[in-house]
């Protein structure tokens, strides 16, 4: 980031590179469409380059910084158009059995759904924290909560979750 604050190209092109497809997955699971995922992350990068000086690593790491500009931008997005649900594009593991793929596929599709459907602020701290990885301290710092904030989301994002896929669970 220091290079890239002194106007290094080549540092950027790099950051880009290893940073773009983890944000175009935050943004797909966050659920903007794919036709305006590559815009959203342009735009990120874009507020990297422009505000590369305002950059602090004491604030988290860059994936944390990036993250946080996307995450951003996903909300303003979701909240100005409507959407369609993330698990329509997802890959489906290959099984020799029809019945037991169509199956599989009607899950993720509910599962889906009941993702969809949670608060937005609960639904990006499980995308965040299970789909992305980052960890609990680092997803707290992309949403600007508190790690026990962030604790309490994912306890209610999960309890949600149990109790509108509960049918899903005992079959």
Do not use: K
């Given at each position: 980031m220091e290079r890239v604050t002194?106007?290094?190209?080549?540092?950027?092109?790099?950051?880009?590179?290893?940073?773009?497809?983890?944000?175009?997955?935050i943004a797909?699971?966050?659920?903007?469409m794919p036709t305006e995922t590559e815009e959203i992350v342009q735009e990120a990068f874009l507020r990297v380059w422009?505000?590369?000086?305002?950059?602090s690593p004491q604030k988290g790491g860059f994936a944390v910084w990036l993250g946080r500009i996307v995450v951003n931008l996903c909300i303003d997005r979701l909240r100005r158009d409507r959407y369609e649900p993330w698990g329509d594009d997802e890959p489906s593991m290959p099984t020799p059995?029809?019945?037991?793929?169509?199956?599989?596929q009607e899950q993720a599709e509910q599962i889906a759904r009941a993702v969809e459907e949670l608060p937005m602020r609960q639904k990006t701290a499980l995308v965040l924290c299970y789909?992305?990885?980052?960890?609990?301290?680092?997803?707290?710092?992309?949403?600007?909560?508190?790690?026990?904030?962030l604790e309490a989301l994912l306890v209610r994002a999960?309890?949600?979750?149990?109790?509108?896929?509960?049918?899903?669970?005992?079959t």
């Open positions: 002194e106007g290094n190209h080549d540092a950027f092109s790099q950051l880009v590179r290893r940073h773009t497809p983890r944000m175009y997955t797909r699971r966050l659920g903007v422009v505000n590369a000086a305002t950059w059995d029809l019945e037991s793929m169509l199956f599989r789909y992305e990885g980052f960890s609990n301290a680092e997803a707290a710092e992309i949403l600007e909560i508190s790690v026990s904030a999960r309890r949600t979750l149990r109790e509108r896929l509960a049918p899903l669970i005992r």
